[in-house]
């Protein structure tokens, strides 16, 4: 997990979909479509499926996804590398969950990641949220909730992209990351799942992204 003293070293485990349930298998059909390898393709909604599952079956993926490309870099995103969550020298975000931090708070980009993280998991291992029986309906404020997810899960890869990138490519993880990205970009244009205005910092690369369409 993100937490205690050297929360730079390690990463919270994947979360898995139950076996047996519909989402895991729509989480089988996302993997077998992201294999043809067109990534617009890859995130349509399938044919007769509802909306809300696959929104809650992909923002897992991007969790799991996301957390390993975080973790493959957190040695190198400490206090001292990252005094400030950053996205390059224009864009500083600060942490605020509205319930146990109610007011924004300036922290360590570690830090920042240790509260996102933890938010993310308490949604995502959260039955009233993210159901996962089947004839469990989604609440109806499911979307709100999984934007807010994906706007702050947008924000690693912001930071990794303008902190990090030179350990990215030591680390030889380039193409992994920018795969991952182009999928998560072309999941949230799909479906307007996260402002303009938030993906900013990114918008040089995400309209070179979208200039091929697979």
Request: glycine share 6%.
């Amino acid at each position: 997990m993100f937490s205690g003293k050297d929360s730079s070293k390690t990463f919270r485990p994947k979360k898995n979909i139950p076996e047996g349930t519909h989402q895991y298998e729509l989480m089988k059909h996302a993997a077998a479509t992201l294999g043809s390898g067109n990534l617009r393709e890859a995130v349509k909604l399938p044919d007769g499926e509802d909306m809300n599952e696959w929104v809650a079956v992909n923002t897992v993926d991007f969790f799991n996804q996301i957390n390993m490309l975080y973790g493959s870099v957190s040695e190198h995103c400490t206090a001292e590398s990252c005094p400030i969550m950053s996205a390059g020298p224009r864009f500083e975000y600060h942490w605020a969950d509205g319930q146990s931090v109610k007011k924004p708070i300036k922290c360590s980009a570690p830090k920042y990641m240790d509260y996102l993280m933890s938010w993310v998991q308490e949604q995502l291992d959260d039955e009233s949220i993210f159901p996962s029986k089947v004839g469990v309906p989604f609440p109806k404020n499911f979307l709100s909730t999984a934007k807010t997810i994906l706007k702050r899960l947008f924000r690693v890869y912001a930071h990794v992209y303008h902190q990090h990138f030179q350990s990215v490519i030591h680390l030889g993880e380039e193409a992994h990351l920018n795969t991952s990205f182009k999928h998560f970009n072309f999941f949230i244009a799909e479906f307007n799942l996260v402002e303009k205005r938030e993906l900013q910092p990114l918008q040089e690369l995400i309209e070179k992204l979208g200039s091929s369409d697979s």
